[in-house]
């Protein structure tokens, strides 16, 4: 099992744990897919732009309103969710769900998701 | 008492209902501040013009993943949360938080000072 297949393994852990999410990826901090797990209906490059643009702006939020180095971002829409968290400095994991996502739930599953994708990236 | 004057009055309240609140504005969606309570360490110019940017692209990016109209943006840090809550759809209530603040609580009293705000707004 190659490094993508073990992190696509991962997000399909997470989204069986979690049903409430629609897709998942694992996105560089430049914008860059490494890996996804997406419905057809979803393009990776829409995902990847919009949290790597996400990211960018929140990070520089985070610091100039001093609130420290960036753990999450969370989007809340009347239709659903859009979650990032960090994975080490470099990665972020970016969640979609339906609005009846438990916000507390989808938090604790992907935190430990993103503790598996970590070992597998670093 | 006059209309910033009531606006500032919900922000205080809402601040002494949730203490680990250290600042909170309401801003319009051109990024300028309505009314504010803010401690003297922190610039409204600066609460302004990032919760003006936050919200232009958290709404483009929940139009964009089909989460629908935008309902509220956080962003945690080590140190810190920031929460913007819409206001009507002209402004935005943004909220800056220490770490341990729970967030459950902050957005029940933000939604609460929310409603207070639209009413004085609109």
Not at 16 to 40: F, K, Q, T, W
Not at 74 to 91: K, S, T
Request: hydrophobic fraction near 50%; aromatic fraction near 4%; proline fraction near 2%.
């Amino acid at each position: 099992m190659n490094r993508r297949e073990e992190l696509v393994g991962h997000l399909r852990k997470l989204q069986a744990a979690a049903p409430e999410i629609e897709a998942s990826a694992v996105v560089s901090l430049d914008g860059l897919i490494i890996a996804s797990n997406l419905p057809d209906a979803v393009e990776p490059d829409r995902v990847s732009a919009m949290s790597a643009a996400l990211l960018a702006l929140s990070m520089r939020i985070s610091g100039e309103l001093n609130r420290g180095l960036l753990e999450q971002v969370f989007i809340r829409g009347l239709d659903g969710d859009i979650l990032l968290m960090a994975v080490g400095e470099d990665a972020v994991l970016t969640v979609i769900s339906k609005r009846e996502a438990k916000l507390g739930m989808v938090q604790y599953y992907m935190k430990r998701a993103a503790r598996d994708i970590a070992k597998v990236l670093f």
